[in-house]
């Protein structure tokens, strides 16, 4: 029998020729996972063109905003600007006017009121909390500070805005921790489709203490990502 390559050669191999693991579209087709739901839906209309697209997709899987996927996937999938957050549409065009990342929220608040970064990050930190009370004094604040700039002039549009940012602070996560959960999921997708056989083997050897895992995994051909 021919002797499979030991997995870190071929990670290795792979890994210096970075236009192979990240362009290969085969790869982007498959990640998400199609086993959930969501995904399929999305994944019907709106294919993954880069890693950038791959990010997003994982981070609006999370459990936290399950209730607003509609609205998500027609957001992704329209060709018109929908950005819900005037003057900000160089900190959301990367994410199609959703408000994903913590730094994101950050930049929006220091750029429609007189708050730096510091003060913006206070005010995440107190949205994150969904306290009523504490929630309330802070939409004053915001509002009243949004006024005073002059960006937008009308109340209730101030009003609305913080309502947006209510709705997607807490479940924000900074980018590079969504970015890191994504390269190691296309990791697993991209190494179980172009080797598959040197992929499941390293997952064995390195789990050859759980009878359960090794069972699924080779009867059941799942992946890291399913497991």
């Known amino acids: 029998h021919k002797q499979t390559p030991h997995w870190w050669s071929i990670y290795n191999k792979v890994k210096h020729h970075r236009d192979e693991l990240w362009n290969n579209k085969e790869a982007y087709k498959y990640c998400p996972p199609k086993k959930q739901k969501f995904a399929r839906k999305v994944l019907e209309t709106f294919t993954p063109k880069n890693f950038n697209d791959l990010i997003i997709l994982t981070t609006i899987l999370r459990p936290g905003l399950k209730d607003f996927r509609p609205y998500l996937t027609d957001l992704i999938n329209s060709e018109e600007n929908k950005n819900p957050i005037p003057f900000c549409e160089d900190f959301l065009k990367e994410t199609y006017g959703i408000p994903l990342y913590q730094e994101q929220i950050m930049q929006i608040i220091s750029k429609l009121t007189y708050y730096n970064l510091g003060d913006a990050d206070l005010l995440r930190r107190a949205l994150c909390s969904k306290k009523e009370q504490v929630i309330r004094d802070k939409k004053f604040r915001f509002v009243s500070n949004v006024l005073k700039k002059g960006l937008i002039t009308s109340k209730e549009e101030a009003e609305e ?9 807490p479940y924000s996560a900074p980018k590079f921790y969504s970015a890191y959960l994504t390269q190691s ?16 083997n390293f997952l064995a050897e390195y789990n050859l ?19």
């Open 185 to 200: 999921i296309y990791y697993d997708m991209y190494f179980n489709l172009h080797y598959h056989n040197e992929w499941k």
């Open 161 to 169: 805005i913080f309502d947006v940012l209510a709705i997607f602070t």
């Open 209 to 227: 203490s759980s009878r359960e895992y090794l069972s699924h995994f080779y009867y059941g051909k799942e992946s890291l990502v399913d497991l």
